[in-house]
C-alpha cells in the first residue's frame, strides 16, 4: 500500500500546522497554571502537538483510504498510520526545538 510522495508532503503540512499552534498551547497552559498540575510543559506541549497532528493526519489517511477504495481491513489502515507516525518521529527534533524556543 504505502503513501506516495504527495501524500507525505500533505502529512507535513498537517505537522506544520500542528506546531505553528504551540505559542497557543503556551498561552493556554499559563493561564490555567493555578488550576493544573503539569510536572514538564515542555512534554505537556509536544503532547498536545501531537494529538493536533494525530487527528489531522488520522482523518487524512482515513478519507484516502476511503476515495481511493483500499480495504477496510485494520491491516491497512494500521500500515497507513504507522507511515503517518514515521512523518512526525522524522520531525520530532525539529518539533522539540520549536517547542523549548517559545
Same mark, same amino acid.
Given at each position: 500500500?504505502? %503513501?506516495? %510522495? !504527495? &501524500?507525505? @508532503?500533505?502529512?507535513?503540512?498537517?505537522? @506544520?500546522? $500542528?506546531?505553528?499552534? *504551540?505559542?497557543?498551547? +503556551?498561552?493556554?497552559?499559563?493561564?490555567?497554571? !493555578?488550576?493544573?498540575? *503539569? @510536572? &514538564?510543559? #515542555?512534554? +505537556?506541549?509536544?503532547?498536545?502537538? =501531537?494529538?493536533?497532528?494525530?487527528?489531522?493526519?488520522?482523518?487524512?489517511?482515513?478519507? @484516502?483510504?476511503?476515495?481511493? #477504495?483500499?480495504?477496510? $481491513?485494520? !491491516?491497512?489502515?494500521?500500515?497507513? +498510520? &504507522?507511515?503517518?507516525?514515521?512523518? =512526525?518521529?522524522?520531525?520530532?527534533?525539529?518539533?522539540?526545538?520549536? *517547542?523549548?524556543?517559545?
Amino acid at each position: 500500500m504505502g %503513501l506516495k %510522495l !504527495e &501524500d507525505k @508532503k500533505e502529512l507535513e503540512n498537517l505537522l @506544520k500546522i $500542528a506546531t505553528s499552534q *504551540i505559542p497557543k498551547y +503556551f498561552n493556554m497552559v499559563n493561564s490555567t497554571k !493555578e488550576s493544573w498540575e *503539569i @510536572k &514538564d510543559i #515542555h512534554e +505537556f506541549v509536544l503532547g498536545m502537538v =501531537f494529538e493536533k497532528y494525530i487527528h489531522e493526519s488520522g482523518q487524512f489517511l482515513t478519507n @484516502k483510504r476511503i476515495d481511493e #477504495h483500499q480495504s477496510n $481491513a485494520v !491491516e491497512n489502515t494500521m500500515e497507513l +498510520f &504507522d507511515e503517518g507516525i514515521e512523518v =512526525f518521529n522524522d520531525n520530532l527534533t525539529d518539533i522539540k526545538r520549536q *517547542i523549548y524556543e517559545n
